[in-house]
């Protein structure tokens, strides 16, 4: 995230800002950054954290299978949180697949940032037959629905490689899948403010002193535009979660070895009819808290920046 | 007693860093048929008066005090139903840009249609009638045709026309136009206002003229405010004060004006700029930009920089200055001990 | 008007072209019609035969071509799986899809409007700040997931037993908390009405409505609250805008000012979303029919994707693009229906 850097300087510029003076006074955007920060320590922490290593065949138990969490009579003390079908302790199964739906939410926003805004900046600023071609491209993909596109593509990746080809690469799979299904919503957004910002003396001013235009581009033209970029960017990186987890139930994503939040509801959704709620609904609650998080967090942020985002 | 009596109007907006009081002390009358003049800089509060005359400020701005009487009522106290009924019936406005003040997906015919019948009892085919009367009155060009047709098809004048002509709709007594030609092109403007003074004359409607051009007040109105920082500093008959401006700031916006100015010349402005509503200067607001601060003697004032002055009156007109107040009372002294 | 369609119908052609190739292109990397039509004991040699009989060796925009013409005749050959014509048997499975979507865009457009018209002219009241965060705890839970939840509530019930049961409000605030559960969660039922052709509907009967009642509400679940949102967020801004403040200062009523002059000038940009987000809705009915086993396309695509059946992949994107351009123009229409400065060339700047 840009806000952390490491230069001093900027440090002291962030103190002083709008952005910290607001959030030192909102609840509920501090409570968010709380959880969100706990969710993403504890996940990436999960070797360390977590009692037993689901990944590791040797430490389950078929015959601990199915078992409750601690306030439902049956429980084992063993596991908090109960186990899921197949024996793991679900209480380390989910903070290692809140690290896999993590991993894949931010390397995919990644992907889908680097071509938006790559593509962005130059439909905005070379204007004309590249951007006609690139934002019909755009239109195109978006009328067909990001899901959508994610889906066919998983689909059709799936049958030409084979299951188990695509189960062992299903991480970089899924950061691609969405990664390439997602970036019209950079590329517009970013073409609108640099259009808005085109038309600003300063360009001219650039351009006039015969600078080239791919530096007036990046040095000039991005940094202007990059409150609008950051403000998507907690709404991607949600929607890109849901998009995996969307992906690992409909069995397009991670395999239930190496489970994701997504997943594991999945998996458990077969035994909801026998009563075993939990092995489902506890990964689903862990994932509407991580998504609320970033989602309230997008909120906030955007009431505070208030940049002009591409509508519609 | 005047058709329209302000007094002591205090508007103030509710924002996060405290209250910003929009408007004080401002009082003043109209009468039938009266046409005034409420003029200064942007920033100044015109419109705030403008606005809150209606009760039409919307949050965080309120009126927290003074009276606005219309006819007997007093309109800032009147229930959201009384006060509707008043609003385009008796006291219409123009808006200042014709181009954001018509609704774009509604026709013309159905805006002017919809002012006669929330003020009548009144069948679409007479409010049409009615509406196409007062099109022609405004001489827009084939009126008939201009009532199925949209905003966006208008150019900025004949959407001006059009909303003068909403204005009259209802043979209202007052028209509160607020800076109604800034928007349009310099050659239409002065087309515009004589058009809206002739209605205005022909139907005896009361004026209010919000504006910074001093040109057209001049020109248009009987009675004229200049107003700063949220306040009346002078008032009275346009002419006196055009004539002989008492006020500094007065003085200094008339000697900006290009007519003053000798050709070749540099154009004379008042330095500085009008301060922040939320960070105004003590005593009176207008001394950081003042050249009679100091008096001939050499000593300063400190009046200015501790005490909002007061009204004081000289001829038909009245005035908010400390410099005036002092030339008047040394008058009075040399007067009474000859 | 004709202009604008022209350029409308150019559109739908250039993305059905752009649908039609990727379409190919799955069928000819996936697809080996020689391999389902013989057995594995067929030598090479005989097989390269019949790949020349059947034309897979000719060029790559010969194929395609005979694949668009095929395409456009409505036959996209025999699904593997039920060995029928694809087209039929997605025909079969449609009419319960465009069930669940109308009943979803129902619920949506019925509580979306006055939800998000409410909160916007009152934005500080109670009602609406809690609708506010009603709806972004809405678009943060994933469609299957409200379903799973919906189906543990409804159909499955729950049985709290947190308070104790011997007091009398103990057990009457767990009575009030728990659930019966008999919600049908499992496909449409079997109270279907026949209409024609291959479309029963669940419209007609109560036990028909009650099959689609979870199904609706979590295909609309995500919807919703974004649209809300939307409508919340357009309108505030519209009623900041000057021919708001003017139409009030003409003394007309404020239901009128709400909505005639907001609400229609609203509704402009929630029309063009809208046309977006159908799209996303029937790839949201994938994971609704999944969840409820609904007999529709969503869950006939994925059944599809597990068994390779090539052909009926195919037909069901060429089906959904039709279905997304259809959508598209038909939503540009009323656009410019509602808008009166689109004339006949096209959209406005």
């Keep these: 995230m840009t806000t952390t850097t490491t230069t001093p300087s900027r440090w002291e510029r962030l103190r002083d800002s709008y952005v910290w003076y607001s959030f030192k006074r909102d609840r509920t955007a501090q409570l968010c950054l709380a959880i969100f920060l706990c969710l993403v320590v504890a996940a990436f922490a999960s070797p360390l954290i977590a009692p037993t290593d689901p990944y590791d065949l040797r430490q389950i138990d078929i015959l601990d299978s199915e078992l409750p969490p601690f306030w439902i009579d049956g429980a084992d003390d063993r596991y908090a949180l109960g186990t899921d079908a197949q024996g793991r302790d679900l209480w380390s199964i989910i903070l290692y697949g809140t690290r896999v739906s993590l991993l894949i939410g931010f390397g995919a926003v990644l992907l889908q940032a680097l071509i938006g805004v790559t593509f962005g900046l130059m439909a905005g600023y070379l204007g004309g037959r590249v951007d006609a071609i690139l934002m019909r491209l755009a239109d195109i993909q978006l009328s ?29 799979m899924l950061i691609l899948i969405i990664g390439l299904a997602e970036w019209p919503q950079y590329a517009r957004t970013v073409r609108a403010s640099v259009l808005a910002e085109k038309g600003k003396e300063y360009v001219d001013a650039a351009r006039v002193m015969g600078l080239r235009s791919r530096r007036i581009m990046f040095r000039h033209v991005l940094p202007n535009t990059l409150s609008p970029i950051f403000v998507i960017s907690t709404v991607q990186i949600a929607n890109a979660i849901i998009s995996e987890a969307a992906l690992s139930f409909l069995g ?30 506890i990964p689903g609650a862990v994932l509407v808290v991580l998504v609320l998080s970033i989602n309230l967090l997008g909120d906030w942020l955007r009431d505070v920046m208030n940049p002009r985002l591409y509508k519609g | 007693m005047a058709l329209l009596e302000v007094s002591q109007l205090d508007v103030r907006f509710a924002l996060r860093q405290g209250e910003v009081r929009a408007l004080r002390d401002v009082s003043f009358t109209l009468d039938r048929g009266e046409r005034l003049g409420i003029v200064g800089e942007s920033g100044a509060g015109k419109s705030v008066a403008a606005f809150s005359l209606l009760n039409l400020i919307s949050r965080p701005g309120f009126i927290a005090g003074g009276r606005i009487v219309f006819d007997g009522q007093t309109l800032n106290t009147l229930s959201e139903r009384k006060l509707r009924k008043v609003r385009g019936n008796r006291i219409s406005m123009i808006f200042q840009d014709p181009m954001m003040t018509l609704n774009p997906v509604l026709s013309i015919g159905e805006q002017m249609v919809e002012c006669l019948k929330a003020h009548r009892r009144i069948s679409s085919k007479a409010a049409r009638a009615i509406a196409l009367d007062k099109l022609r009155q405004v001489q827009i060009p084939s009126p008939e045709k201009r009532l199925d047709q949209y905003p966006h098809e208008l150019s900025g004048g004949m959407r001006q026309r059009i909303i003068i002509a909403i204005a009259l709709l209802l043979d209202p007594d007052i028209i509160i136009a607020d800076e109604p030609t800034t928007a349009l092109d310099v050659t239409i403007q002065a087309e515009i206002m004589a058009l809206l003074l002739d209605l205005c004359e022909q139907h005896n409607v009361g004026l209010i003229l919000i504006t910074h051009d001093l040109g057209v007040v001049s020109q248009v109105t009987q009675r004229m405010l200049v107003m700063y920082a949220g306040r009346v500093i002078e008032q009275g008959p346009t002419r006196e004060i055009i004539n002989d401006p008492q006020h500094p700031y007065t003085q200094g916006l008339l000697n900006a004006l290009p007519q003053m100015a000798t050709p070749g010349e540099k154009l004379n402005q008042i330095r ?19 050249d009679f601060m100091i008096r001939p003697s050499g000593e300063p004032r400190t009046a200015c920089t501790e005490q909002v002055p007061g009204f004081v009156g000289t001829g038909n007109c009245r005035v908010a200055c400390h410099m005036v107040a002092e030339m008047l009372e040394d008058r009075r002294l040399k007067e009474e001990t000859p | 008007m004709i202009a604008f369609l022209i350029k409308r119908l150019m559109h739908a052609v250039l993305v059905m072209f752009v649908i039609s190739l990727l379409a190919f292109a799955i069928q000819d990397n996936l697809g080996d019609p020689v391999a389902q039509m013989v057995g594995q004991s067929v030598p090479e040699s005989e097989r390269q035969a019949l790949r020349e009989r059947l034309g897979l060796t000719d060029p790559f925009l010969v194929q395609y071509a005979r694949f668009a013409k095929n395409a456009v005749q409505g036959d996209f050959g025999n699904s593997y799986f039920y060995g029928e014509p694809a087209l039929e048997v997605i025909g079969r499975h449609l009419p319960a899809t465009l069930e669940l979507v109308f009943a979803a865009t129902l619920i949506i457009v019925l509580f979306s409007v006055p939800i998000g018209v409410y909160s916007a002219i009152k934005p500080r009241s109670l009602i609406s700040r809690f609708f506010m965060s009603a709806s972004i705890i809405g678009i943060s839970i994933p469609v299957f997931l409200t379903a799973i939840v919906l189906i543990q509530i409804f159909s499955i019930g729950i049985t709290v037993s947190i308070f104790p049961d011997s007091t009398g409000w103990g057990s009457w605030l767990n009575g009030l908390l728990s659930t019966s559960g008999s919600m049908p969660s499992f496909g449409r039922g079997y109270d279907l009405v026949h209409v024609f052709g291959s479309w029963d509907t669940n419209l007609a009967t109560l036990s028909g409505l009650q099959h689609l009642v979870l199904p609706a509400v979590s295909l609309a679940s995500i919807m919703l609250p974004l649209f809300v949102r939307l409508i919340r967020a357009e309108m505030m801004e519209v009623m900041q805008s000057e021919y708001v403040k003017y139409a009030r200062a003409k003394g007309i009523s404020m239901r009128r000012v709400y909505f005639v002059h907001a609400l229609k000038n609203t509704m402009l940009p929630v029309i063009t979303v809208g046309g977006v987000q159908i799209g996303t809705m029937v790839a949201y009915t994938i994971l609704t029919e999944t969840v409820f086993q609904w007999p529709g396309m969503g869950l006939m695509f994925l059944d599809a994707i597990n068994r390779a059946d090539i052909p009926l992949i195919v037909s069901y994107l060429m089906i959904v693009g039709v279905i997304f351009v259809v959508t598209n123009t038909v939503v540009d229409l009323i656009y410019g229906l509602v808008n009166p400065t689109v004339k006949l060339t096209g959209k406005p700047a």
């Design chain 1, 144 to 172: 067909f629905s990001t899901l959508m596109v994610a889906i066919v593509v998983g689909a059709v990746v799936k049958a030409t490689m084979g299951s188990a080809f695509y189960s062992q690469y299903a991480v970089i």
């Design chain 1, 252 to 281: 397009l994503g991670m395999p239930e070895t190496h489970p994701s939040l997504g997943s594991l509801i999945k998996a458990g959704f077969d035994y909801i009819q026998s009563g075993s709620w939990w092995i489902t609904l």
């Design chain 2, 272 to 290: 500085g700029s009008m301060p922040s509503l939320a960070k105004l200067p003590s005593g009176c607001a207008f001394h950081p930009r003042c």
